[in-house]
Nanobody
Framework: EVQLQASGGGLVQAGGSLRLSCAASGLAVDDYGIGWFRQAPGKEREGISCINGRDGEIYIADSVEGRFTTSSDNAKNTVYLQMNSMTPEDAAVYYC?????????????WGQGTQVTVSS
């Protein structure tokens, strides 16, 4: 059974940083694309990033490029989202998801989100 567990959310001040984790089981992150998405109240879900575990290629959305980055630790089977210089607009529920590169038309597996709140 595939499970993705997002964690690391919480309260951060504007200008601060958080690192979110996506711990995977039932799949190997080095064989999948692992994406991060967020959804704020009243807004549509937004794609943030993706890392291709097969070749390490990284995609970062224009809206967060230069502030956010994603990385993976294959030994821990975990993918991270590092968020820096955060603003109140970054407040949202953050989700991680997985797809097979070049095989799946869309992200198939979703985990429970983690809440990120940005003060001021």
């Amino acid at each position: 059974e595939v499970q993705l567990q997002a964690s690391g959310g919480g309260l951060v001040q504007a200008g601060g940083s958080l690192r979110l984790s996506c711990a995977a089981s039932g799949l190997a992150v080095d064989d999948y694309g692992i994406g991060w998405f967020r959804q704020a109240p009243g807004k549509e879900r937004e794609g943030i990033s993706c890392i291709n575990g097969r070749d390490g290629e990284i995609y970062i959305a224009d809206s967060v490029e230069g502030r956010f980055t994603t990385s993976s630790d294959n030994a821990k089977n975990t993918v991270y989202l590092q968020m820096n210089s955060m603003t109140p607009e970054d407040a949202a529920v953050y989700y991680c998801s997985a797809k097979r590169p070049s095989l799946d038309p869309d992200f198939n597996f979703w985990g429970q989100g983690t809440q990120v709140t940005v003060s001021s």
